[in-house]
Structure formats: C-alpha cells, structure tokens
C-alpha cells in the first residue's frame, strides 16, 4: 500500500467508498477456472469408479449364479441320458423286435418300422431306430435321411462287440436331418441270437440339440447365452447368442479357430472363469454317459456376459450414480464460486479498510485538500510537523506552508492529472511534497478537485550525506582502505595506499596484495585468508624496511565477504602505519627482563603483590633443526599479545621461546580468557601441541622466588595436558 515515494493510490477512485468494486483480474479468472476443472474432474471421477465398481459386483455375482445355472444343465442332461439308456435298452427287448428276430420277414419289419416310427414321432430327443447285422449293414431302419447306410466301425474305438451287457456312446456328429445340420449321437447294443452268437446292433439315434431344449427351458436362461461344445471345441448346441456375442454363432464352428485362448482355458481348467477387454465367460465340463457305460463322452458348457451387456442391464444405475454427481458437483461449485466471491468480498473490505488506517495512521505527514488550498483531513504526524495542537482541518494550505497563494496554486495545477512530486524549504528545511489526485466532484454545477499531500523530511539525510562525505574525506586521509578477492587482486583501494606504495617503491608488488605481504612476513596473507574463511577479523602487523626510509609496522584488519553459495568473495581490509612497538626478544635481553621484574616486584605494595597475576606462554620446538619455524611461530604469538592484551599489561622476553606477561589490575579468570582467545588468534595448525601457557598469582603476598617456582609448576602441567595446553596454579 505504501511506496518509498509515498502513498498508492492509483487503485481507488474515492475515499468516500467504503467497499471496492469486485475486481475480476487474471489471476482470481485463472483460479475459478482451475477449481471449477478440478471439482468437475474430481467428482466425475468418483462417480466414474463407484460405477465401475458396481459392474465389477454384479459381473462377479453374475458369475457365480451363471455357474450354478451350467451345473444344472449339466445335471439335468446327465438325467436325460439316462432316460435314454432305459430306452434304448426296453426298445432292444421290445416283444415286436424279438418277433421280428425270430422271424425276419417282410410283414413283421414293416409292423415294427412302423412302431419305430410312432416313438420317433412322439418323443423329441430321438431321430430313429435301426438294427445292422453282424457285418454292419442296415437291415431295419425307421428313417434312411438320419441314419447311414452302414454302421461305423466300433472296433477302432476298442468297443467290445462280443459283450452284450453294454452300450456305447457315440462321439457328436453334425448330420442333415429334414434339410437342417443338427448335432447327433447314437447308442448302440449287441442283439444276441443265442448265447455267444451275435445277430446285430441295435442303434438308437438321438438329438443332442433336442435333449438340451428339454432342459434349458426350466432354468430361465432366456436372456443368458449358452453353447454347448464337443471334445473338439465344436458347438452343437447355442441359445440365446445374440448379436454382440463373442462366442461361436453357428452350429459346427470351432471355438479352438475363433477364441484359442478361450478354448485353452476351458480344455484346461475344466471349471472357472476367464475374462477379455470385452465379456467375462464361465464354463464348466460335463459328460453324457453314467459311469456304467463303457465310453464318457465329454461336452462344455459355456456362457458369457459382454460389457455391452453390462452397460445395458445396469444403464439405470449409471444414470442415477452420475445424477446423483452432476448435484454434488452443483453444490461443490456453488460452495467453491461462494467461497471466493466471499473472500474476494473480504480482501477488498480489508483493502479499503487498511487505506483508510494507512492513511491517518501512517508515520508520514498525510494531508487531503481541496482545490480552493483548504484542509480537509490531516493525520497526527501532519500536526506533530506543523507544530500544531489543533486541527488543521480548514486551514490554508497557503499558510501552513509559508508560500504564495500563486506557489500554491501552480503546484496544484501541476498535480491535477498524474501528480507530482515538488521540493520547497520550509523553516530552513529542504522538504519534498508528493501529490496525486484522488477525487472529483461536481458541487452546484462547479468541478471540485481532492489532492491527498503527503510530506518528507529530507534534512536528515541531506545531514547523512554530508557525514558519509566527510568520514569518506576522514578515511582518505588518515587510514589506508583496500578491497581484494580471494586471491589478493586489488579491486579497489584509495590514495593512501598506493602512497605508501610509491613511498616505499612497492609499485609492482602493490598490484597483489598477497605478493607483497607474503614477500616481507612469509604466510602472513595464509593467516589472514585462514581467518576469513572462518568469518573471523583478521588482524596482523607486518614489518615493512626501507633502505632510504624508517622501518614501520602495518597494521592490518581484514573482514571476509561471501557470495550467495557460501565462498569467499572479497576481502576489505582497514591499515595503518605505526612504528615497531616489540622487536623479537633475544638471549641479551632475558636478565635485563628479570632485573626489570625484579624491580617491578619491589616497587609494589603489599596489597598491589597480592593481586599480582603472572602468564607465560612457552614455544616448544618441533626439533633440533627447526630453529626458523621456531622464530616465524614466535613472531605470530608476540603479534597477537601486542593485538589482543591490553596495553596496561606488561609484555617481556623470558628464556628461549618464552614470554612472560605481568599484571596487577585484573584476575586469573581473565588471564585464562585471554590466552584462550591468543591461542585461537594464532593460525598455525600445530599451536595446540607447540604452545603450552602457565598462569599463576600471588594472593599472600609472597616472594618472587615462590611465585616464579608456581610457574614452572603450572607451565609442568600444561606441556602434559592435551588440546588447549593452559593450566593455573596458585599457593595455598
């Protein structure tokens, strides 16, 4: 709501309106569109399943009654069989056979085809009677069209011709029966003439279409199909396929050729079911012989269910679930366009709402005037800036400002279409008025205009420029300013340093600030990198010579910068010139710092020696041969003591690679602090295991003797411990 240059106000018309308009942008379009998708997608989808899954119910149910319905088929059929066992066998001991046996003469076979004839007309299932000789030729037949000239031969089928007591099962064969193919079987059995002696066969031809009519009827099976198939896979048998069947739909086609997959399952399986992209089949195995007969001659019933079929049983349920989703999706939508308009409604309410807090309670000086220069609303900072403690409302703006009635007037003029931003002084101070226009009305036929005027202060940072310029000025004098990368490239440094370069002939060097540190204090830029990159302030003195000037100490800190991923990227580094304030203690020096700590001791009171805190830090060396390393560790300790103890306290050389600090203004506690800080100062990886620190106090006022003695004792301990070696001891 708020700019840096002031208040927004491009998105209301008037401050008089409390609601905004609904607002129809992309976005909130885009937003409706996209829930509308998603409901509508959402609910159709779950309606979409929940039908699916009712089919996938009512396929498994239907499964599981069609299994039962094929069973009962097959039990009836194996029933009827029977019933067609019992005939065959009364026909073959009928006394009109036997008198046509005994006496085969013209009259009697044409009393009994005539008696054959009769049954045949009678009873559905069976085609014809008809008795062969013992060679297998026809004597006697109650219709030629259905039974052939010659009986098969039985015995490549191992049927024993000689065994009177059974009867045999012939396989199904599609034959021409009144100019229709119609599926038939035949049984047969051995007449004897007398005991051993065959006379012929008696053949009861049967249709098997027929006998399964007689059954399928009392099943209700009108609207499920059903087909009947050999061994072979051959259909002898359908009712009612219609149009959208899968299966075979004309006697005598092969399932095997038509549906092999199909046809494995079911020679298989025996039983079950099997299901396609396009119907679900139940089948099941049967016989149509009991178990006395010689010869089982296997059929399979098969039924399907399509999904058209499916679709349409079940079409009323799928309109009433996807009914039942179009109002649930109505709803949803409602709830969904309800809910955005609400908080469309809300945001806009909460929009007006912070505008009118905003702009009388907003730190800004805020005024709103007319175009006759007159105040019409003016927030607290408005008045805490006026100075005053009324209202401004009605007042002049020509006055308040301290300006003409013209300034005030072109300043106005110029605000009227866009705004404008306009500098004045008031009171001595450089103030910046913004002014946009934010309503028009029409009073008694004449056009009145509302300005909303906010102010700003700008003598504060008028005044912050002028100290940034000044402490840059300050900077450039007194102090040398560089900012490098990683690698010690000068990106950008001021005049005292390239000075001090030309000063002391560094020109070359001066280009890297890495070579020219390197070149007068060996690892000097290592520490000061190693320190970076641990967002540590870096602080180091170099010792810079000078054949034809004085030797000075640089003084330098450093501070690392980062880039987003985390790698150094820059360096800005803060240095000064300074003289040498230690030199590097040598072996002429260590009785002179114990003539001076001798003399330092004596010259204490009593109460001053028990307050009296000594330090050593020791400088163990790596070997015999290590003497450099040695003095450069050396050298990095005393820059850090010069940098991190307090001036007050007293450094000194002691015996080789040690150097005692003395104080009398401050505790062992803080001793042990600020060795703890010099040790983590010191860059060197090996400081923990070469630099041992011993700390020690005179609380009784004792002898020198005796605290020096303390010393050895703490510095003893330290050299054994492990880690940070710093250990304290005092006297009892």
Same mark, same amino acid.
């Given at each position: 709501m708020f700019t840096s240059r002031g208040i927004n106000t491009k998105d209301f018309n008037s401050l008089h309106t409390v609601l905004q308009p609904l607002y129809w942008g992309k976005a909130r379009i885009a937003l409706i569109v996209v829930l509308t998708l998603s409901v509508i997608c959402g609910v159709f989808f779950g309606a979409h399943r929940i039908s699916e899954s009712h089919k996938q119910h009512y396929v498994q149910q239907w499964a599981q009654q069609a299994y039962n319905k094929l069973q009962s088929i097959a039990v009836l059929t194996t029933a009827e069989m029977k019933r067609q066992v019992v005939r065959t066998e009364l026909f073959a001991k009928a006394k009109d056979f036997e008198v046509y046996l005994a006496s085969p003469e013209k009259k009697n076979a044409s009393l009994l085809r005539g008696k054959w004839r009769g049954y045949t007309r009678k009873l559905d299932s069976m085609l014809g009677l008809a008795f062969y000789d013992a060679e297998g030729k026809v004597l006697l037949r109650s219709n030629s069209k259905a039974m052939p000239e010659y009986m098969p031969d039985l015995a490549e089928k191992g049927y024993d011709l000689e065994d009177p007591t059974t009867y045999f099962a012939s396989d199904f064969k599609i034959r021409l029966v009144d100019g229709k193919f119609i599926p038939t079987f035949y049984l047969i059995n051995a007449i004897e003439s007398r005991p051993g002696k065959i006379a012929g066969y008696f053949a009861h031809y049967v249709s098997a279409e027929r006998i399964f009519n007689l059954t399928a009827p009392t099943l209700s099976l009108s609207q499920t199909p059903v087909i009947a198939l050999d061994s072979m896979g051959t259909m002898f048998f359908h009712r009612g396929l219609n149009q959208s069947s899968q299966l075979v739909s004309t006697i005598g086609d092969n399932l095997a050729v038509s549906s092999p997959y199909l046809w494995h399952e079911v020679k298989e399986q025996g039983f079950g079911q099997f299901k396609d992209e396009n119907a679900t089949y139940v089948f099941i195995r049967a016989d149509l012989s009991n178990s006395s007969e010689a010869f089982k001659q296997n059929y399979y019933l098969v039924t399907e269910l399509t999904k058209n079929d499916v679709d349409r049983l079940l079409a009323l349920h799928t309109r009433i679930i996807f009914g039942i989703a179009a109002f649930i999706c109505l709803l949803l939508l409602a709830l969904v366009i309800s809910t955005v308009l609400l908080r469309n409604e809300r945001s806009n309410r909460g929009y007006s709402h912070n505008l009118a807090n905003g702009l009388f309670g907003n730190s800004l000086p805020c005024l709103i005037v007319s175009s006759n220069y007159r105040v019409l609303f003016a927030n607290d900072a408005a008045r805490e800036f006026f100075t005053y403690s009324q209202q401004l409302e009605d007042a002049s703006l020509t006055s308040i400002l301290e300006q003409t009635e013209q300034a005030t007037k072109q300043m106005l003029a110029d605000a009227s279409s866009t705004g404008s931003i306009q500098s004045i002084t008031f009171k001595g101070k450089p103030i910046r008025i913004e002014l946009r226009p934010i309503a028009a009305f029409v009073v008694g036929g004449e056009s009145v205009n509302q300005f909303l005027l906010t102010l700003f202060d700008d003598s504060t940072l008028h005044a912050l420029r002028d100290? *940034?310029?000044?402490?840059?000025?300050?900077? &450039?004098?007194?102090?040398?300013?560089?900012?490098?990368?990683?690698?010690?490239?000068?990106?950008?440094?001021?005049?005292?340093?390239?000075?001090?370069?030309?000063?002391?002939?560094?020109?070359l060097a001066g280009e890297n600030l890495e070579q020219l540190l390197n070149e007068q204090s060996e690892q000097a830029w290592q520490r000061i990198l190693h320190q970076c990159k641990h967002h540590q302030l870096s602080n180091t003195q *170099?010792?810079?010579?000078?054949?034809?000037? &004085?030797?000075?100490?640089l003084h330098i800190s450093g501070r690392g910068h980062f880039s987003e991923d985390g790698q150094l990227a820059t360096i800005a580094f803060i240095a000064r010139i300074d003289k040498p304030i230690v030199e590097a203690a040598s072996l002429d020096l260590q009785s002179t710092s114990q003539q001076q700590l001798t003399a330092y001791f004596d010259g204490l009171s009593k109460p001053q020696r028990a307050l009296l805190n000594v330090m050593l830090f020791d400088v163990s060396p790596i070997n015999a041969f290590a003497l450099g390393q040695d003095q450069e560790l050396e050298q990095e300790l005393q820059e850090q003591l010069r940098l991190q103890l307090p001036s007050a306290w007293k450094i000194m050389p002691w015996f080789n690679g040690q150097t005692l600090v003395v104080t009398a203004d401050s505790e062992a506690q803080q001793l042990y602090h600020k060795a703890t800080q010099v040790m983590q100062s010191i860059t060197r990886y090996d400081r923990e295991e070469r630099i041992s620190v011993a700390i020690s106090g005179n609380p009784k006022a004792a002898e020198l003797t005796q605290l020096l003695s303390q010393l050895e004792v703490a510095l003893g301990r330290a050299k054994q411990m492990s880690g940070m070696k710093i250990c304290l001891a005092f006297s009892k």
């Amino acid at each position: 709501m708020f700019t840096s240059r002031g208040i927004n106000t491009k998105d209301f018309n008037s401050l008089h309106t409390v609601l905004q308009p609904l607002y129809w942008g992309k976005a909130r379009i885009a937003l409706i569109v996209v829930l509308t998708l998603s409901v509508i997608c959402g609910v159709f989808f779950g309606a979409h399943r929940i039908s699916e899954s009712h089919k996938q119910h009512y396929v498994q149910q239907w499964a599981q009654q069609a299994y039962n319905k094929l069973q009962s088929i097959a039990v009836l059929t194996t029933a009827e069989m029977k019933r067609q066992v019992v005939r065959t066998e009364l026909f073959a001991k009928a006394k009109d056979f036997e008198v046509y046996l005994a006496s085969p003469e013209k009259k009697n076979a044409s009393l009994l085809r005539g008696k054959w004839r009769g049954y045949t007309r009678k009873l559905d299932s069976m085609l014809g009677l008809a008795f062969y000789d013992a060679e297998g030729k026809v004597l006697l037949r109650s219709n030629s069209k259905a039974m052939p000239e010659y009986m098969p031969d039985l015995a490549e089928k191992g049927y024993d011709l000689e065994d009177p007591t059974t009867y045999f099962a012939s396989d199904f064969k599609i034959r021409l029966v009144d100019g229709k193919f119609i599926p038939t079987f035949y049984l047969i059995n051995a007449i004897e003439s007398r005991p051993g002696k065959i006379a012929g066969y008696f053949a009861h031809y049967v249709s098997a279409e027929r006998i399964f009519n007689l059954t399928a009827p009392t099943l209700s099976l009108s609207q499920t199909p059903v087909i009947a198939l050999d061994s072979m896979g051959t259909m002898f048998f359908h009712r009612g396929l219609n149009q959208s069947s899968q299966l075979v739909s004309t006697i005598g086609d092969n399932l095997a050729v038509s549906s092999p997959y199909l046809w494995h399952e079911v020679k298989e399986q025996g039983f079950g079911q099997f299901k396609d992209e396009n119907a679900t089949y139940v089948f099941i195995r049967a016989d149509l012989s009991n178990s006395s007969e010689a010869f089982k001659q296997n059929y399979y019933l098969v039924t399907e269910l399509t999904k058209n079929d499916v679709d349409r049983l079940l079409a009323l349920h799928t309109r009433i679930i996807f009914g039942i989703a179009a109002f649930i999706c109505l709803l949803l939508l409602a709830l969904v366009i309800s809910t955005v308009l609400l908080r469309n409604e809300r945001s806009n309410r909460g929009y007006s709402h912070n505008l009118a807090n905003g702009l009388f309670g907003n730190s800004l000086p805020c005024l709103i005037v007319s175009s006759n220069y007159r105040v019409l609303f003016a927030n607290d900072a408005a008045r805490e800036f006026f100075t005053y403690s009324q209202q401004l409302e009605d007042a002049s703006l020509t006055s308040i400002l301290e300006q003409t009635e013209q300034a005030t007037k072109q300043m106005l003029a110029d605000a009227s279409s866009t705004g404008s931003i306009q500098s004045i002084t008031f009171k001595g101070k450089p103030i910046r008025i913004e002014l946009r226009p934010i309503a028009a009305f029409v009073v008694g036929g004449e056009s009145v205009n509302q300005f909303l005027l906010t102010l700003f202060d700008d003598s504060t940072l008028h005044a912050l420029r002028d100290e *940034i310029t000044l402490q840059r000025k300050q900077l &450039d004098v007194a102090s040398i300013s560089i900012l490098s990368d990683a690698h010690g490239v000068i990106l950008k440094a001021n005049a005292a340093y390239y000075q001090f370069l030309q000063q002391y002939h560094l020109e070359l060097a001066g280009e890297n600030l890495e070579q020219l540190l390197n070149e007068q204090s060996e690892q000097a830029w290592q520490r000061i990198l190693h320190q970076c990159k641990h967002h540590q302030l870096s602080n180091t003195q *170099i010792d810079f010579v000078s054949d034809t000037q &004085d030797p000075v100490t640089l003084h330098i800190s450093g501070r690392g910068h980062f880039s987003e991923d985390g790698q150094l990227a820059t360096i800005a580094f803060i240095a000064r010139i300074d003289k040498p304030i230690v030199e590097a203690a040598s072996l002429d020096l260590q009785s002179t710092s114990q003539q001076q700590l001798t003399a330092y001791f004596d010259g204490l009171s009593k109460p001053q020696r028990a307050l009296l805190n000594v330090m050593l830090f020791d400088v163990s060396p790596i070997n015999a041969f290590a003497l450099g390393q040695d003095q450069e560790l050396e050298q990095e300790l005393q820059e850090q003591l010069r940098l991190q103890l307090p001036s007050a306290w007293k450094i000194m050389p002691w015996f080789n690679g040690q150097t005692l600090v003395v104080t009398a203004d401050s505790e062992a506690q803080q001793l042990y602090h600020k060795a703890t800080q010099v040790m983590q100062s010191i860059t060197r990886y090996d400081r923990e295991e070469r630099i041992s620190v011993a700390i020690s106090g005179n609380p009784k006022a004792a002898e020198l003797t005796q605290l020096l003695s303390q010393l050895e004792v703490a510095l003893g301990r330290a050299k054994q411990m492990s880690g940070m070696k710093i250990c304290l001891a005092f006297s009892k």
